[in-house]
């Protein structure tokens, strides 16, 4: 298994980060029902009251793929659309090392 992992920045409208926040946490019945999908965290900006993180850990590139073009994930970027300050920033990476997973190295 090689696992890929993804760090995305998500820089929100002035005061709009509680309502991104939400439309993520309305995905989350998506995220939880993608088997390779195995980790979906969502993080608030202890120093940037605009900033959201997102990290994600995937069993591989096929399970990315999949939650990254399911209608769900088509929708949930469709609410964030108008509470975005920019695009938002990912990072793809190779974890080399997992809690609990065995990583190929």
Same mark, same amino acid.
């Given at each position: 298994m090689s696992? !890929?992992?993804?760090?995305?920045?998500?820089?929100?409208q002035p005061g709009k980060r509680d309502?991104?926040?939400?439309a993520l946490g309305d995905? %989350?019945?998506?995220?939880?029902?993608?088997d390779g999908t195995l980790v979906?965290?969502?993080?608030?900006?202890?120093g940037d009251p605009d900033?959201?993180?997102v990290y994600e850990l995937y069993t591989g590139d096929d399970a990315l793929q999949a939650h990254s073009t399911s209608?769900? %994930?088509?929708?949930?970027?469709?609410?964030?659309?108008?509470?975005?300050?920019?695009?938002?920033?990912?990072h793809f990476c190779r974890p080399v090392r997992a809690k609990?997973? !065995?990583?190929?190295g």
């Open positions: 696992l !890929v992992s993804v760090i995305a920045r998500i820089p929100c309502e991104v926040v939400a995905y %989350f019945p998506q995220v939880e029902s993608e979906y965290a969502v993080s608030t900006d202890n900033l959201v993180w209608p769900a %994930f088509q929708s949930m970027a469709g609410a964030l659309g108008g509470l975005l300050s920019g695009a938002p920033d990912l609990g997973h !065995v990583v190929e």
